[in-house]
């Protein structure tokens, strides 16, 4: 079965303490992306990636880092989390960047909260 | 650039009743429209999505959307309403050019009545 997993799936922490959100798949999928969702605003992309060691800036990179050292993985680094990055993030893979035509699999979520 | 419009962020029916969420597009390019759904607490599902092959498009648990071009509509319909389709459904366009990110609408919440 085709799945995006996500981890952790809640994680409160403090203003500055670095945490990393992992997103992986099982598929041979080449392209990742996150977004983080908030109210009113829909999904927004923060990083993207074309395919291995190919990563590039969505709409709201701002204060965030990734990484894609493997095809499966693709993790999300808040070097320093600020209140504003609280939020509910979703990762998500499809085979190829057609996005147009590929469907996107999303992951099931991680609730961050920053206090 | 690309943008999505959802017109209503909350739409309540009767339970049995037709399901209309609207949602207008701007694109420079030919795009590809998608709806998804998320179920309180859940991930996004992918309900249908249109990629300039017939206009009407089914998708699963009876929805279909219509793409009108000249309107620049692409509205989610049901013909009756089940209590399961109480959620949030997002409309989503895709630019065939670029850096392929989907740009998601603000999402309609939709409330079913019994």
């Known amino acids: 079965e085709a799945q995006v997993t996500q981890n952790p799936r809640y994680l409160i922490t403090v203003t500055g303490k670095k945490l990393t959100v992992t997103c992986s798949h099982n598929?041979?999928?080449?392209?990742m992306s996150w977004y983080r969702q908030d109210p009113g605003l829909g999904l927004r992309q923060i990083y993207y990636?074309?395919?291995?060691?190919?990563?590039d800036k969505g709409d709201v990179p701002e204060g965030y880092k990734v990484s894609r050292k493997e095809k499966r993985n693709f993790p999300l680094i808040l070097e320093s989390p600020s209140p504003n990055q609280t939020s509910l993030y979703f990762c998500?893979?499809?085979?190829?960047?057609?996005?147009?035509?590929?469907?996107?699999?999303f992951g099931p979520g991680t609730r961050l909260t920053v206090l | 650039a690309q943008s999505v419009t959802q017109l209503d962020s909350h739409v309540s029916v009767s339970e049995g009743t037709p399901v209309l969420l609207r949602c207008n597009y701007s694109s420079s390019y030919s795009p590809s429209l998608f709806w998804y759904v998320q179920h309180p607490n859940k991930g996004l599902q992918l309900l249908l999505k249109?990629?300039?092959?017939?206009?009407l498009v089914k998708g699963i648990n009876g929805f279909e959307a219509e793409f009108k071009k000249s309107e620049t509509s692409f509205h989610l319909t049901k013909p009756s309403a089940h209590m399961s389709d109480a959620a949030e459904y997002f409309c989503v366009v895709s630019a065939a050019t670029g850096r392929r990110a989907l740009t998601f609408g603000s999402g309609t919440r939709l409330q079913v009545q019994p």
């Open positions: 249109y990629t300039s092959a017939a206009t």
């Open positions: 990636s074309m395919n291995v060691e190919v990563t």
């Open positions: 598929m041979n999928h080449e392209y």
């Open positions: 998500a893979s499809s085979l190829t960047f057609s996005t147009s035509t590929d469907t996107q699999y």
